[in-house]
């Protein structure tokens, strides 16, 4: 009871000192293991390293999120909910890096350098008197809505001016966003060309080495030889060991070493529509030809039930891309033609409508909008009363200035433009322009927008047209056959999961075996299956050789099953010998042949006093070289050779020297004369010129080089 009492008294000190216990062993832990708490996995959310900086996944994301949205607004998508594609997807988070990699390295030059961008810098080249050729085509798209409108630097100074004013809930938020991704990437550009200015500058050619070039290029040398060339040898004797293979690709990292590379085998089952899935389409079609017959509202019922967009335009001749065009064109209004099959659609077309229309016109607008008024009674009351003063004689011009409410258009008198029929206008607007009325007209027009006050300007040549409806069914593959292709697929990658049962399998399918060689970490395409497969060399990248995957539909995001077998993993460095085995072989048996050619001429050389002495004993002939320029890539008689003829330049005339080697052989060699071309006295002509020579395109090539040199670890990989 006493030890008991005694315990109770002092229990806070013994939980302390568990306490204490427990984190100097986790604390111990931690400093002492790679999988302690304080370092686990904290590396795990890096996509990436660039110049000892890392790259954090949630950073990379919000950098990519930035990317794509910029991507939408510099191709316009942003206009109509464009989705990006697989491979558009892929491409922006490739720019990502990119320009990363970029703002990083350059981002330490700058700075190092100075190079900054002054806010009254930049406003010279977006209101001032340089504004760039991108503000010039926002303010004329945009803000105007007319390619021929002047810059005015004074409304787009007042557009910026209002910037702070507009909120995400504001409609011309998405402009504001487009308007500040541009204004940093112009000042991205003017840094950019700073930094170029300065290596240009840079870019000098001293005199002496104008005066050297000049003479090299147009001083040559007569000179005698005697060569030992490979055909005096057999080429078989000359085998390089795997010892001096090894050596040699070592000797030249620089040329040899690769990007990590994975290859794959693999077979691929598609998944296609059988004759059973036609059936079923012929079936919903026959049902649903009746309800179209009998159908009140065509466009309703096709817009409910097609498998292809209706728009209810008119088409001319050209535009009606279909093997049934023809009986389209020549049948009656309200003919029904088909059902047939066609790009694998059943398709039942109906004639609605046959009109002789322009195939465009020329219109302008003054708009009476809902939003402006506030609802389409009050844009109705405010058009009546514009209708009322053009009819009383005030200028459409006049009226659109002071009374439009379509800013995009004011400062061009209200001119859209020319218009086709199957433009992506409002429906009542196009049918009044092309079925209702001719050039001159000026005419009431209402619109989900609000009411228009349209006036035809002109309109082009009139050609027949016709408005047809499609109903129509994808012919594709049902849930009976998905599920006999996955069996197929499955049952394959459950019985052949070693390489070995892998090959047997495919030869008794009779499946045909592909191959993706040399992928790249962040290639998102594999030779052979002919959609983005991301995912596919994503896994090559994180598997073991001889490992194998099923790949199914919804990871490859198409009508296909894949089962893939790792065959080779290569990382970054120098390959192995086998890889590039016949390459170097053929270069070290080159040098050993150089090798044993210099010996035999060594040999001839003893005893000998002449070029002629060495020619009798070798069984070999005496030949001349006559006017071998220095700069000349080619020397009549023996082919490339440019370190021979610099040797015999820099020769003593009449004196005999070698061996040396050559590209193609060994040579004994007496210079005859030369002919040194005087220095010139002005060489400020060949300066520039050797400078103009020898400055590279900088705006594409010297950020590559600079990043390309930088110390960059990309991990995507492991990530998208």
């Not at 409609?171 to 504001?176: E, S």
């Not at 009140?296 to 097609?306: G, V, W």
């Not at 009363?385 to 379509?406: E, H, N, P």
Request: with cysteine; glycine share 6%.
């Amino acid at each position: 009871m006493a030890v008991i009492m005694s315990l109770r008294k002092r229990g806070g000190l013994i939980v302390a000192a568990i306490g204490i216990a427990i984190v100097s062993f986790l604390a111990m832990d931690s400093l002492n293991s790679r999988t302690g708490i304080f370092n686990r996995n904290k590396d795990q959310n890096i996509v990436g390293k660039i110049e000892g900086q890392k790259i954090e996944y949630t950073q990379f994301n919000r950098m990519y999120d930035q990317m794509e949205e910029k991507t939408k607004y510099y191709s316009g998508v942003w206009l109509n909910g464009y989705q990006l594609s697989d491979q558009d997807i892929f491409q922006i988070r490739q720019q990502t890096w990119d320009n990363l990699v970029e703002d990083v390295v350059m981002g330490n030059i700058y700075s190092d350098l100075g190079l900054y961008v002054s806010p009254q810098e930049l406003q010279q080249y977006i209101t001032g008197s340089s504004p760039t050729q991108e503000i010039q085509s926002f303010y004329r798209q945009y803000l105007t809505n007319n390619q021929a409108a002047p810059f005015d630097r004074s409304a787009m100074a007042n557009f910026i001016a209002q910037l702070p004013q507009i909120g995400p809930g504001d409609q011309a938020y998405p402009l504001k966003q487009f308007y500040l991704f541009l204004e940093k990437d112009i000042k991205k550009n003017i840094r950019r060309q700073k930094y170029l200015e300065l290596l240009q500058k840079n870019n000098y050619v001293p005199s002496w080495q104008a005066k050297d070039d000049f003479v090299r290029r147009n001083s040559t040398v007569d000179f005698k030889y005697v060569a030992l060339n490979f055909s005096n040898l057999n080429k078989q004797d000359f085998k390089p060991t795997d010892e001096q293979l090894k050596q040699y690709l070592e000797d030249h990292k620089s040329v040899f070493e690769t990007d990590a590379i994975r290859n794959i085998e693999f077979v691929v089952w598609d998944i296609l529509p059988t004759h059973q899935d036609t059936l079923t389409a012929e079936k919903w079609i026959d049902e649903k030809y009746t309800d179209f017959q009998s159908t009140p509202n065509d466009s309703l019922f096709l817009a409910r039930y097609s498998s292809e967009n209706y728009n209810g335009n008119f088409l001319f001749a050209p535009q009606l891309r279909t093997i049934m065009s023809d009986s389209i064109f020549s049948a009656d209004t309200g003919t029904y033609i088909g059902p047939w099959t066609e790009n694998g659609y059943l398709r039942v077309a109906k004639v609605l409508d046959h009109r002789i229309i322009a195939d465009s016109v020329k219109v302008r607008h003054i708009l009476s909008s809902i939003k402006a008024n506030g609802t389409m009674d009050s844009a109705r009351m405010k058009m009546d009363s514009i209708m009322g003063l053009y009819q009383q004689g005030v200028s459409f011009d006049s009226l659109v200035i002071k009374l439009t409410d379509d800013a995009n258009t004011r400062a061009n008198k209200g001119e859209i433009g020319w218009i086709k029929p199957d433009d992506n206008l409002f429906a009542s607007f196009k049918n009044a322009c092309f079925l209702d009325h001719h050039k001159g007209d000026v005419f009431k027009v209402e619109s989900q927008a609000g009411v228009h006050l349209i006036q035809i300007m002109d309109e082009s040549e009139k050609h027949p047209a016709v408005k047809v409806g499609f109903l129509s069914e994808k012919i594709v593959p049902g849930a009976t056959t998905r599920d006999s292709v996955y069996n197929q697929a499955s049952q394959f990658y459950t019985s052949h999961k070693t390489p070995e049962l892998f090959e047997q399998g495919i030869t008794e399918a009779g499946l045909t075996k592909r191959y993706g060689d040399n992928l790249k970490t962040n290639d998102i395409n594999v030779p052979g299956i002919n959609v983005p497969a991301r995912t596919v060399v994503r896994w090559a990248y994180n598997a073991k050789v001889n490992d194998m995957r099923l790949f199914t539909e919804n990871e490859l995001k198409s009508d296909k099953y894949i089962v893939a077998l790792l065959t080779k993993v290569r990382e970054k460095g120098l390959p192995d010998v086998e890889e590039v085995r016949d390459q170097i072989t053929e270069i070290v048996a080159q040098d050993m042949m150089l090798d044993k050619l210099s010996e035999q001429m060594a040999n001839g050389i003893v005893g000998a006093n002449s070029l002629e002495m060495i020619a009798e004993k070798l069984n070999l002939e005496v030949k001349t070289a006559t006017r071998v320029s220095l700069s000349g890539q080619y020397i009549e008689g023996l082919g490339f050779e440019p370190a021979i003829a610099a040797i015999a330049y820099k020769l003593t005339p009449n004196e005999m020297t070698g061996p040396y080697k050559g590209n193609g052989g060994v040579f004994m060699i007496e210079t005859l004369s030369t002919n040194t071309q005087e220095e010139p006295e002005d060489t400020k002509a060949l300066q520039q010129q050797m400078i103009a020579q020898k400055r590279p395109d900088y705006s594409q090539g010297v950020f590559k080089a600079i990043s390309s040199a930088a110390n960059v670890e990309d991990l995507r990989y492991k990530f998208y």
